[in-house]
């Protein structure tokens, strides 16, 4: 049977509350509704969210989120869910929102506040001189000195900084439990331990977590007091030695695509994704270090397939609305007349950048956008809404993609 990169991917059943373990606690009910597999139990709102995939991802992010913004959607959404490269995107559209707001999501305060910080930030290579730092000083974690690198961006804000309402939420994955570590203003947690109400953690340190891909960036560690946990829910780990300082690796690990925490709420996704299939590797390394990365990689890939077979499944079943567009989706496969023309070739080298916090030249970040922009319409217009007119013009028509 042909394979494709576009949204012809078996469907998977929808799992639905009762397929979970009696005993512990879903996610959802710790601090949200139960979905049900026909989605009627599920809010009425737009969740974006935001995969992983290193800068190659934060820059995709920007062409997809630029579309949104032009059509009016942008404003509606009610929830962003992020995950490692996805984060510092998601990240720095929070912090600067209210100017958005203020200037009624014009272009110009668009690129102002949200394209040009994170190009700027994607301009700098910073996982080579952490990782080289880092093992160099006993004192200080990579991942710290990731941190102090996003800082310069984030500028000390904290998850307080965020606005109550869109809702964002950063996703780490909690290595003591094996489970979704979530960050957001009201809470952070995950359903095993617990929640920390109104946590005052800087953006960056959130963000951090939530991009320490491993081996090499990973783990954070996040300084958490037991006694901080709130007594609501039920909770399966409230021991001291599970909720003192969390352990934390990028949320990719979990679920790449930054899903989990949108699905179950939201009847209507759209899932912008910046990850890439693992290429074959004819002699792959067998040194541990490089070994590692890559069989992570794989299982990774593994993970991401599952979850985009369950979003397509669901919109094919009519049980959520919405759209996906990926890095590696060829436009032409979406069958609509309008869309842009993108030549395979150039969008494969595109999506071949490597999957590292390292920089990518202004040219290639402006193609990257133009890219997400051009997939994102047709695939916006040709499954969510479809009285939508073609943009008329790329963000960067003169480099075209």
């Not at 879903?26 to 800068?55: H, K, M, N, V, W």
């Not at 270090?289 to 919109?315: C, E, K, T």
């Not at 494969?348 to 890219?371: C, F, H, P």
Request: charge should be negative; proline fraction near 6%; glycine fraction near 8%.
């Amino acid at each position: 049977m042909r394979r494709s990169n576009s949204l012809e991917i078996f469907v998977q059943p929808t799992p639905t509350p009762d397929d979970h373990d009696p005993v512990r606690p879903t996610e959802d009910r710790l601090e949200e509704p139960d979905a049900s597999s026909d989605g009627s139990q599920l809010e009425e709102g737009i969740a974006c969210c935001l995969s992983g995939g290193g800068f190659r991802a934060s820059i995709f992010h920007l062409g997809g989120l630029w579309r949104l913004n032009q059509a009016g959607l942008l404003r509606e959404v009610k929830r962003f869910s992020s995950v490692s490269g996805g984060s510092i995107t998601s990240a720095v559209l929070g912090m600067n929102w209210h100017r958005l707001v203020e200037h009624e999501f014009s272009e110009e305060a668009f690129i102002e506040n949200v394209v040009n910080p994170i190009r700027g930030l994607c301009s700098t290579t910073i996982d080579v001189p952490a990782v080289g730092w880092g093992s160099l000083n006993p004192f200080r974690r990579i991942s710290d000195i990731v941190a102090s690198h996003y800082d310069a961006v984030f500028q000390g804000k904290t998850l307080q900084d965020l606005p109550d309402e869109p809702r964002w939420v950063f996703n780490a994955t909690n290595v003591k439990t094996g489970v979704l570590w979530r960050f957001s203003k009201p809470y952070m947690g995950d359903y095993l331990v617990g929640l920390v109400d109104n946590p005052k953690v800087a953006l960056a340190d959130a963000v951090a977590a939530s991009t320490a891909f491993p081996p090499y960036l990973s783990p954070f560690l996040l300084p958490v007091d037991p006694d901080d946990f709130n007594s609501r829910g039920k909770v399966g780990l409230i021991d001291d030695s599970h909720r003192r300082d969390a352990l934390l690796t990028d949320g990719g690990v979990y679920d790449n695509l930054g899903l989990e925490t949108a699905y179950k709420r939201y009847k209507t996704l759209l899932v912008s994704d910046g990850g890439r299939r693992t290429p074959p590797e004819a002699d792959p390394k067998d040194d541990w270090p490089r070994h590692s990365y890559r069989v992570i990689q794989i299982l990774q890939q593994q993970n991401s397939s599952i979850r985009r077979r369950q979003l397509i499944g669901a919109f094919r079943q009519q049980l959520r609305s919405g759209a996906y567009w990926g890095v590696e989706t060829r436009i032409r496969d979406f069958q609509i007349d309008s869309a842009f023309s993108i030549d395979d070739d150039a969008q494969d080298k595109l999506s071949g950048i490597d999957t590292r916090l390292a920089e990518i030249d202004s040219l290639t970040q402006q193609r990257l956008i133009n890219l997400a922009f051009a997939i994102g319409d047709a695939s916006i217009r040709k499954y969510y809404r479809s009285d939508l007119p073609r943009a008329e013009t790329l963000p960067y028509q003169e480099v075209g993609i």
